[in-house]
């Protein structure tokens, strides 16, 4: 017998107990039990996805606040590379306050993968599954992959092949003046080498706080104003007031 019905945990048993032991009185007692149970679970139901919505909401909220944030970071630390500039370290590559550091270290090209377009290129050349995917479920095994790529010009290249790593993405679209569909192709890079813009990378660390290092743009990608640069809201004429 099951657990249940041993320990007398049963819809039906509960209501046969409810109802003195009369059967048919119990099953229409169990039948009214059930459905509460299932309106229940249906309630539950709408506040899970309540809940779920409320978690997106606020998901999408913290990232745009962790955008507004990377912004700021980056705004001040461009306006401590500009200090470096002008009041460099009599010695070595750091400059040391009490409030934290400021350096400069050289800078390293930065490689961008996708997920997607890597499984779907492994997918498409078999004799390489065996080396290049971690089974169960299948993932990109990216250390063997990196190893075995060259860069040309950017574009990452299987060395034993010299075979460029991409793949073709085909989607239609509609014209919106003609309703006519058309079908347009994108490449999609398994790996892409990024050159920096600048020979140097920047790395601030506030005292107590974590070492920043943000992808500094080149001057001509900068879509700062010069009063947006100097204030944009960070207290910037709050400090020179106090300081003036």
Avoid: C
């Amino acid at each position: 017998m099951h657990a249940r019905r041993q320990q007398g945990y049963t819809i039906y048993g509960r209501a046969l107990e409810q109802a003195g032991g009369d059967e048919e009185k119990a099953a229409g007692l169990a039948m009214a039990a059930a459905g509460w149970r299932l309106e229940q679970i249906a309630k539950l139901q709408e506040e899970r996805t309540r809940v779920q919505a409320r978690l997106a909401e606020a998901q999408f909220w913290a990232a745009a606040q962790t955008d507004k944030l990377n912004a700021e970071i980056l705004r001040h630390t461009y306006l401590l590379d500009g200090f470096y500039e002008d009041l460099p370290p009599a010695k070595g590559k750091t400059i040391v306050l009490p409030e934290g550091k400021i350096a400069r270290r050289e800078a390293r090209v930065r490689t961008e993968k996708d997920e997607e377009a890597a499984l779907e290129w492994i997918q498409e050349h078999p004799e390489l599954v065996e080396q290049l995917l971690l089974p169960q479920p299948p993932k990109v095994n990216w250390p063997v992959l990196r190893k075995g790529t060259v860069y040309s010009q950017g574009r990452a290249v299987w060395e034993q092949t010299g075979e460029v790593m991409e793949i073709e993405v085909k989607y239609e679209s509609l014209d919106a003046i003609s309703g006519e569909a058309t079908t347009e192709t994108e490449v999609k890079p398994v790996l892409m080498e990024i050159q920096p813009a600048r020979s140097y990378t920047v790395q601030v660390t506030p005292a107590g706080g974590e070492a920043e290092s943000p992808w500094m743009p080149d001057e001509e990608e900068l879509d700062w104003e010069p009063e947006d640069i100097e204030h944009r809201g960070g207290g910037d004429d709050d400090f020179w007031a106090e300081h003036s």
